[in-house]
């Protein structure tokens, strides 16, 4: 089992930054790729930016040029900072990984960002 703890989520004005973290604990040694997805209300979860144990991201085009996902892979943690907000930003944040073996996925219990205009 892996869990997944996030953190950093808030109110923040447009045009403002945030940083979102997400520690991994239990079984993470099978842990490649982990990301951050986000969910808005009424709307379907997607993703926002990923990570490689390598250090490959991925980006969603909403998010390029103003989010930046990072890694700490000795404290297996994740990082989201924000950057240049918008209201549309406004969702759950969500850490997701998969485990290399098994291809079971597991998700975080969410951090709410909110962007005031």
């Known amino acids: 089992q892996v869990q997944l703890v996030e953190s950093g989520g808030g109110l923040v004005q447009a045009g403002g930054s945030l940083r979102l973290s997400c520690v991994a604990s239990g079984r993470v040694f099978r842990l490649n790729t982990m990301g951050w997805y986000r969910q808005a209300p009424g709307k379907q979860r997607e993703l926002v930016a990923t990570i490689t144990s390598g250090g490959s991201t991925n980006y969603a085009d909403s998010v390029k040029g103003r989010f930046t996902i990072s890694r700490d892979n000795a404290k297996i943690t994740i990082y989201l900072q924000m950057s240049s907000l918008k209201t549309e930003d406004t969702a759950v944040y969500y850490c997701?990984?998969?485990?290399?073996?098994?291809?079971?996925?597991?998700w975080g219990q969410g951090t709410q960002v909110t962007v005031s205009s």
């Open positions: 997701n990984t998969v485990d290399a073996m098994t291809r079971q996925v597991y």
